[in-house]
């Protein structure tokens, strides 16, 4: 027999009513989703270090520890190493969206507004990007079926979906990059280079995710059920 991975949205919130709206929406769907849900970011970092939700919904005030809470990281930098283990959606202050642009732009996060009633387009961004995680455990499923003929083909299939806009990203940064450097021959960064090299490490980063969750994917499939 083989092993189906169950889908589960992280949720990373001290607000008690963001949370609850949050299970009421999606543990009313279909079978097969679970929604977790912590109140801090060191919480929510022991939990993806053990088990890989499909999606996370961090709301940006959640405070980084319990009791007396130190100097918070940057967001970017806590949304950075989430999205090493799924996609994140970030509920947040209109001033906080331009530090998230190039993870937002790589694809490893979605950003909403909390003003003027974010947490309803945050919920359905959150069902977008859970609808891609199902999408790739199906796609993963008919791959690695046994008897399945087609099995190399469609998984190059798979590997080129997944992986084809985030390579191309990686690749037209780092050479409009080195063009920049390369015309100025100062060895100088030139204007607006951080923002690509950001850019670059947001897709790095969203490419990893992919191969990982392929990975589990394969792997939950062709493990016998205990």
């Not at 008919?142 to 190399?152: E, I, L, R, T, W």
């Not at 994917?217 to 205990?226: D, G, I, L, T």
Request: charged share 25%; proline share 4%.
């Amino acid at each position: 027999m083989i092993h189906t991975r169950e889908h589960t949205i992280l949720l990373v919130s001290d607000d008690a009513e963001l949370c609850a709206a949050a299970r009421r929406e999606f543990e009313s769907r279909e079978g097969g989703l679970r929604v977790a849900a912590v109140r801090t970011v060191d919480a929510a970092r022991r939990i993806v270090e053990d088990a890989a939700p499909s999606v996370i919904l961090l709301e940006e005030a959640a405070p980084e520890s319990e009791g007396p809470v130190a100097k918070m990281p940057r967001l970017n930098s806590v949304v950075s190493a989430l999205a090493l283990h799924a996609p994140v959606v970030v509920i947040g202050g209109s001033h906080q969206e331009s530090e998230l642009a190039s993870l937002v732009a790589a694809g490893a996060a979605d950003f909403v507004e909390r003003a003027g009633g974010g947490l309803p387009v945050a919920l359905e961004m959150v069902g977008r990007r859970l609808r891609q995680a199902q999408q790739v455990t199906s796609d993963a499923q008919q791959f690695a079926a046994p008897g399945n003929g087609s099995n190399g083909e469609a998984f190059g299939e798979v590997l080129r979906h997944e992986m084809n806009n985030p390579l191309t990203g990686i690749l037209g940064n780092a050479e409009l990059l080195l063009a920049e450097v390369r015309r100025n021959k100062d060895g100088r960064l030139p204007l607006g280079g951080q923002q690509r090299l950001e850019t670059i490490a947001a897709l790095a980063v969203r490419l990893r995710e992919t191969v990982r969750r392929l990975s589990q994917e394969c792997e939950a499939r062709q493990r016998p059920a205990e």
